[in-house]
C-alpha cells in the first residue's frame, strides 16, 4: 500500500470520528437537566413523592421541562395520573438572598396505551414515555425543586421502573 492511500484512509478515519462525535455533541444540544430516580420493584406508594432538585441555571432564558416515564409489561392501566409540583427557586443577586416562588402544582394524564391496549411508549421489555409537561421561564441562577406523586386510586402501583426529569433550554 502506498504512503498516500494509508495518508487518505487515517484522514477519512479522522474526519469520520470527527463527524460522529459532532452529531453526539448536537443531540445535547440545549439539555441541562436530564435524571431518573429508579422506583422501588414492589411498586411505587401513593405516598412517596419522587424529589428533583434542578441546580441554578447557568443562563436566563425559556426552558422545557419533559417527563420521562419507564413502565413494565406489569402495568396494569392504559393512564397514569401523576400531581407535578414545580417550585422555582430565584436568586437575588443584589440582596444576595434566595427566595421560593409559590408552588405551581399542575395534575398530569399520561396516556401510556391507546384504545386497544397496545403502549405507546418505545422499547420491548421496559417501555420509554416522554411527556412535555411546561415551558418555564428562568433567570441566570434560578433553581428548580420539582415534586412528583401518583394520584390513583390504588395504593401500590406494579410495573413503573422509573421517573424522570429533563430540562432543555429553548
Known sequence: MTSTR??????LRILLLLMVAGVCVACLRGKVYDHYEQL????WEKNDTIIFTVPPMATAGIYSIDLGLR???LYPFMSLT??????????DTMAATAFTAHPVVTTLQCRLTDKQGHTQGQG?????HNFHV???PLAQGDSL?????HDMK?????????????LTKK
Open 82 to 91: 401523576l400531581v407535578f409540583e414545580k417550585e422555582v427557586v430565584s436568586t
Open 71 to 73: 413502565t413494565t409489561g
Open 40 to 43: 422501588p420493584i414492589a411498586g
Open 124 to 128: 420491548v421489555n421496559y417501555y420509554q
Open 145 to 149: 425543586r420539582i415534586n412528583i406523586r
Open 6 to 11: 494509508r495518508l487518505c484512509q487515517y484522514s
Open 134 to 136: 411546561a415551558d418555564l
Open 154 to 166: 390504588r395504593e401500590i402501583l406494579p410495573g413503573i421502573s422509573d421517573l424522570g426529569i429533563t
